[in-house]
C-alpha cells in the first residue's frame, strides 16, 4: 500500500514549532494507524560566494541539515510505535508541499509562525486537493 494513502504529510524543518507538529502528527498517527511522511523542503539559494569559496555548496550543506532533523524525528516515531518514512525535495515551498500533497495524503500536518509583515503564511497559500484536511500547529 502506497504510505501516501490515508497517511498524514507532515512538513518539518526541525525548529520547536516543527516539533510541536511532529507531536500533533503522533498523536494522530497513534490514534488513526496511519503513517507519517516527514517532508524536508530546501529552497533554492542565490549563489552568494565568490567561486571556490565553500568546499561544499550551500545546497548540499542544507540536504545534509535537513536529513539530520528528518532522522531525528523518525527516531522519535519510531520511539512513539508510528510508522514513518522520510522525504527530502528541493525546490519552493508552496510549490513542493503542493505537489506532495497530490500524492493522496489524508491531511496535512504543518506549522505556522505568525508573519511580521502581514504577508499571507505557507499555509494560507498552499494549493491543496479538494477534501484534503489541514492541521495547522502554532
Known sequence: MDPATNGLLLVYD???????ALDAAIA???????TITLLAVVPPRLW????GQFQLSPEKHDEE???EQLSRAHDRCREAGVKAEERIRTGAPAHVIAEEAARGYRALVISERPSLTG???LARIIALPDGMEIVIVT
Open 14 to 20: 526541525g525548529s520547536s514549532i516543527a516539533d510541536r
Open 28 to 34: 494522530r498517527g497513534l490514534s488513526s494507524g496511519t
Open 48 to 51: 552568494r560566494a565568490k567561486r
Open 65 to 67: 541539515f535537513a536529513h
Open 119 to 121: 504577508a499571507p503564511t
